[in-house]
């Protein structure tokens, strides 16, 4: 049985062309046992001759984020090093990349954070990037007495903040990359959660099943009441479903407006759900600040 493949689209990448021709940009499948969970892990490396600045419309994911912006190394130039868990951003999200530097990623399934982190619901994180000790309690505090969070140390004590700063972020090879997220998220969970599986299963149904377009249908397939839904969303997802709705349909938008052809609007709206074709646009220009009609034709100048 052939190995299952990373997502290969450019979904929620705004003008995605522009930053994969300034960086490098993969997706890595997670061990067999993460798979449940996790979406892909994400990396990026760059060295840029001038800042750029990339622009995301995020999905309803949590995102555990290993960075470093400089290069690697000892000495005033060295490149400082962090991990944060960033929740789900609701918002336009933007990131100015300057010089040189390399963020390694976990994308979780949506509703797949907190079978890793069950102390708090996943609400709690949405449209915030915290310290990674702070979502998952434990899991990369710098070692007491020891160096500062951002050194970049040999990888010598599992759990601590600079060991797995190292571990992950230091090998130029992305196997070793990868069997290091592997080895860290594998020490830090997942906990059994039976109502982790319902959320992202739902979630998953809104992504692949254009006839979801409104909670109520949601909540029919899912035989929990309305209120219910949205108490699981919270907890589990950490945005509620009728965002989760919207905001693939608005991926669907993205895309079509990228392909290079003028779409039907219109019927594009009535398509995914809206009740016209102002619906559509209300909602894409209050998260990218420009019409959809403006952000087709600026993917369209040289």
């Given at each position: 049985?052939?190995?299952?493949?990373?997502?290969?689209?450019?979904?929620?990448?705004?003008a995605p062309s522009e930053l994969l021709s300034r960086v490098r940009f993969r997706r890595h499948v997670p061990a067999p046992e993460l798979r449940p969970y996790l979406e892909h892990y994400w990396l990026i490396d760059w060295a840029l001759p001038e800042p750029y600045t990339t622009r995301?419309?995020?999905?309803?994911?949590?995102?555990?984020v290993f960075q470093r912006y400089g290069p690697l190394g000892a000495g005033p130039r060295a490149g400082r090093s962090s991990a944060e868990v960033a929740g789900v951003?609701?918002?336009?999200?933007?990131?100015?990349?300057?010089?040189?530097?390399?963020?390694?990623?976990?994308?979780f399934r949506p509703g797949g954070f907190r079978p890793f982190a069950p102390a708090r619901p996943v609400s709690d994180w949405t449209d915030r990037r915290v310290p990674l000790h702070e979502a998952l309690p434990g899991a990369g505090r710098p070692s007491p007495g020891g160096p500062p969070a951002e050194a970049v140390l040999p990888a010598a004590v599992p759990g601590a903040l600079p060991a797995v700063l190292s571990a992950v972020l230091s090998p130029d090879d992305d196997h070793a990359r990868v069997a290091a997220l592997d080895a860290f998220l594998l020490a830090h969970g997942p906990a059994p959660d039976p109502a982790a599986v319902q959320a992202m299963e739902l979630v998953e149904l809104v992504r692949m099943d254009r006839a979801v377009r409104r909670v109520g249908r949601l909540a029919r397939l899912s035989g929990l009441s309305p209120r219910s839904l949205q108490r699981l969303f919270a907890s589990h997802v950490g945005v509620g479903p009728k965002w989760v709705i919207l905001r693939y349909r608005l991926h669907e938008a993205l895309e079509r407006a990228g392909r290079g052809t003028a779409p039907d609007w219109a019927g594009l709206a009535a398509e995914l759900g809206y009740s016209d074709q102002a619906h559509l646009v209300r909602d894409f220009t209050a998260v990218l600040g420009l019409s959809p009609t403006a952000y087709a034709r600026g993917l369209s100048v040289p």
């Open positions: 049985m052939p190995e299952p493949a990373p997502r290969r689209d450019t979904r929620g990448i705004l995301v419309v995020p999905h309803p994911s949590v995102n555990v951003a609701q918002g336009l999200f933007s990131q100015r990349l300057e010089g040189e530097g390399r963020v390694c990623g976990v994308q």
